[in-house]
């Protein structure tokens, strides 16, 4: 099963999306929008730059 994107309200009535993966875990989570557009322009961006981005290990 692929991942998928979920939308959901908070307890402050803010809009907020999580990335689950395929087995259901939770990968990701999105900061709290006022409004569900925002939360799904969020998601947009995310779809739009990931799949190209490169890793920072700034462990190092």
């Known amino acids: 099963m692929a991942g998928k ?3 959901y309200q ?10 689950k993966a395929g087995n259901g ?3 990701a ?5 006022t ?3 925002a939360c799904m322009n969020g998601i947009e961006s995310i779809r739009k ?5 490169k ?3 700034q462990t190092a």
């Open 55 to 57: 890793l920072d290990d």
């Open 25 to 27: 875990q939770v990968i």
């Open 35 to 37: 409004t569900k557009k």
């Open 10 to 19: 908070d307890k402050k009535g803010e809009y907020r999306f999580r990335l």
């Open 49 to 53: 730059n990931a799949p190209g981005a």
């Open 5 to 7: 994107f979920e939308v």
């Open 29 to 33: 989570t999105g900061e709290g929008y």
